[in-house]
């Protein structure tokens, strides 16, 4: 079993800023990838950012000039700075990451999630 945990999530006025972390444990072999999703109130849940292991990066166009993504390999651990928030950026933000299980297994894990809230 892997289990992610996110941090840092919070209540913010538009035009501040955030950093989410999330730390991965548990029985991993390595980890492929990890990424951020969102979930609006009411709406579907939306790709944020996603990093590789080699450190390759994907953006939602919404965000790319106002979020980063980086990973601490050593950790398990990835962050999403977040500048210049807007009210349409508040969701419930989610860790996710694509890990190789010891047995050689590729599975996707979730974490619980944090809330953003974005006061205009």
């Known amino acids: 079993q892997v289990q992610l945990v996110e941090s840092g999530g919070g209540l913010v006025q538009a035009g501040g800023s955030l950093r989410l972390s999330c730390a991965a444990s548990g029985s991993i072999a390595s980890i492929n990838t990890m990424a951020w999703y969102r979930q609006p109130p009411g709406k579907q849940r939306e790709l944020v950012a996603r990093i590789t292991s080699t450190g390759d990066t994907i953006y939602q166009d919404s965000v790319k000039s106002r979020f980063t993504i980086s990973n601490d390999k050593l950790k398990n651990t990835v962050y999403l700075q977040m500048n210049s928030l807007k009210p349409e950026d508040t969701a419930v933000y989610y860790c996710?990451?694509?890990?190789?299980?010891?047995?050689?297994?590729?599975?996707?894990?979730w974490g619980q999630g944090t809330q953003v809230i974005v006061s205009s």
């Open positions: 996710n990451a694509v890990v190789t299980l010891p047995y050689g297994g590729v599975v996707n894990f």
